[in-house]
């Protein structure tokens, strides 16, 4: 999907409304919804959040019970403290696993910094927004120098 400059699609519903390349901003850790994400992939491609092994264990085994490949996004905490892992290395042990299964596919990281926005003061929202970009282009090259390839950062 490529409309006016959009590549994807970003939900926290599942839906089915024929669009191609789904990227679900959230982790889906309910076997019943997994089970439901494993659907779709029939018609899209789905990548979805992960920020445990527990999680990609389990989307793992409902994918390959149900024959499907999804993607998956490592989430990064950029420092919202909401989700994701903290550490280059939590990553990196991540990708491992993702890498290592046979239904799941490491597309890249998600590294949200929302929370960014909320600094009043321009030039220190711009000094914040440089050293976290910073500290992305530093995990991928980290993720790089340990043969993990990072397609995408969205």
């Not at 699609?9 to 024929?18: I, S």
Request: hydrophobic content about 40%.
């Amino acid at each position: 999907m490529n409309i006016s400059g959009a590549w994807h699609l970003t939900t926290v519903v599942l839906v089915e409304a024929g669009i191609q390349d789904i990227l679900i901003a959230n982790q889906i850790v309910d076997p019943v919804k997994i089970e439901r994400l494993t659907q779709l992939p029939l018609k899209s491609k789905i990548t979805v959040c992960v920020d445990c092994k527990e999680n990609i264990d389990k989307l793992s085994e409902i994918a390959k019970k149900n024959g499907v490949v999804l993607f998956c996004l490592i989430e990064f905490d950029l420092g919202m403290s909401r989700c994701g892992v903290d550490t280059f290395e939590e990553v990196l042990e991540l990708a491992k696993i993702i890498n290592s299964s046979d239904n799941l596919e490491l597309e890249g990281i998600q590294a949200y910094a929302g929370h960014n926005s909320h600094i009043p003061d321009k030039e220190k929202r711009e000094e914040t927004a440089i050293n976290l970009e910073n500290k992305i282009a530093n995990l991928k090259k980290y993720l790089n120098d340990n043969n993990i390839k990072v397609n995408q950062i969205p």
